[in-house]
């Protein structure tokens, strides 16, 4: 099993034959396209080709479960927001009156489409993340040629993250062993939890910070060198190399991304006007 940002996929995954830059820029590009498209259901379809992504490269999909109440509160808190802080506009269709509160058709709209222009890309962000090691981000920004400095300063922030996370994993642990069970406390209490947590994590992460310089002096590494740019052996691209599978996906990722810009602006296609979301919502609510 090769440990991931986000958990552990087996060694023998698919994913692991694509070059990482492959799958950072399959990461940029994507993300793009709940931005250009406007109807949900073709967001909603991308969501399933993600899930099926995921299906493919072995990650288990059990951990989407830790997901579900962030999706839920984000889009109840998205329609909450978008429907009772809508405010008055007598331009809008007016559904229903609730306390003073108008509740318009449009706004609803809205909500909907705005959720499922955020659910993909945090979809297509859990897939990179649970499928990408560290050293793949660092080999992919080594391999367009990045100055050492700012992959060096990449590398150590997504190693802090790593352990900051692996450090909340050991004071949860500590507090279990010492008889601690959050089940059944308030919510306000859990949150009060979690602000204590900072003090320990806040001296581990100073902890860190000391090792790692102590570390960097031990190995004579200067910044002052490092700014400078000088010639270093990329060792770890060895292990790495482009192949046509590699062009033909990147070509064709590209090409998705200027066919949907095309689509989407050249041709008026992909948006809320005519789509089945729309004569869905208006069957319903109207």
Known sequence: MNKTLLGYVPEESPIYSV?????VFFLFVVSLFPMIIV????????????????????INLATLKLYVPVAVSMGSLILFS???????????????????????????????????????????TVYFLSSSRERDII????SIRLPFTITYL????????????????????AEKARGFDPA???????????????????????RRADEFSNALVARSYSFTGLLRNPKRADYVLTHYHFRK???AIVAVLAFMLIALLVLRYGFGLLVLEGSLTEVLLRSILL
């Open 19 to 23: 070059h990482p830059f492959v799958r």
């Open 82 to 124: 978008y429907t009772v802080f809508a405010g008055n506009h007598p331009e809008f269709m007016e559904l229903i009156r609730f306390l003073g509160i108008r509740i318009y058709y449009e706004r609803i709209v809205e909500a909907i489409v705005v959720y499922f222009r955020v659910v993909p890309m945090i979809f297509i």
């Open 184 to 206: 059944g406390k308030s919510i306000a209490y859990k949150l009060r939890q979690f602000v204590m947590y900072i003090i320990p994590l806040f001296a581990l992460a100073l």
């Open 245 to 247: 599978r590699d062009f």
């Open 139 to 142: 080999v992919a920004m080594r």
């Open 154 to 173: 990449v590398a150590m922030a997504l190693r802090s993250a790593g352990m900051v996370l692996e450090d909340f994993s050991i004071v949860r642990q």
């Open 39 to 58: 109807a949900p259901e073709w967001n909603a379809f991308l969501i399933v080709l993600v899930i099926i992504l995921m299906r493919y490269s072995r």
